[in-house]
């Protein structure tokens, strides 16, 4: 059976789903010419006109680890491919501390600032795979000074209460 047949119809989103059973780590692959290659991999080589370049991944703009759909595949390099979990928040391994660039420190204050009780220093630190500490100290502006976005003095004893998961109503309370 062609695998391409395994290619689901597009979704809202122009998403098109694997069906198929056979995923290595979330993403679907099939055998060609004797080797176990990722279906993304042979779609966005297609599409390139060219192998993808040997440390390059074929990463997904929409990231649904089983879309097939080529316009949302990209050739990235290992680091985008890190740059892009992290920012998608699915990189949350301890011991694996990316850089922060100013952008991120900038996002991060603005959105401990803005009251919303979501982003919590414990949400962020995990959001970014680092530790609440250098949250801490983004937020107060020891770290990235010229990234701009608003500086937090140090909250009161306890911290901001946590509201429930999904809750992104804006707090009151500053
Ligand atoms: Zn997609």
Excluded at 55 to 69: I, K, P
């Amino acid at each position: 059976m062609d695998w391409r047949s395994m290619i689901g119809e597009p979704d809202e989103r122009g998403c098109r789903r694997w069906v198929g059973t056979w995923l290595v780590g979330g993403r679907p692959q099939v055998r060609v010419d004797g080797k176990n290659q990722y279906v993304a991999r042979i779609l966005l080589s297609e599409s390139l006109g060219r192998p993808i370049r040997s440390g390059y991944y074929a990463l997904h703009t929409c990231d649904v680890g089983t879309c097939c759909e080529v316009s949302h595949l990209f050739e990235g390099t290992p680091r985008r491919n890190i740059l892009d979990a992290v920012e998608k928040g699915r990189w949350t391994q301890a011991g694996y501390h990316p850089r922060i660039e100013p952008d991120q420190a900038r996002w991060i204050r603005e959105q401990y600032a803005s009251g919303n009780r979501w982003w919590t220093r414990r949400r962020l630190a995990d959001r970014f795979a680092v530790s609440e500490n250098t949250i801490t100290e983004i937020v107060r502006g020891h770290r990235f000074r010229t990234a701009g976005g608003p500086i937090s003095g140090p909250r009161g004893a306890g911290g901001r209460p946590v509201s429930p998961a999904g809750d992104l109503a804006a707090s009151p309370s500053r």
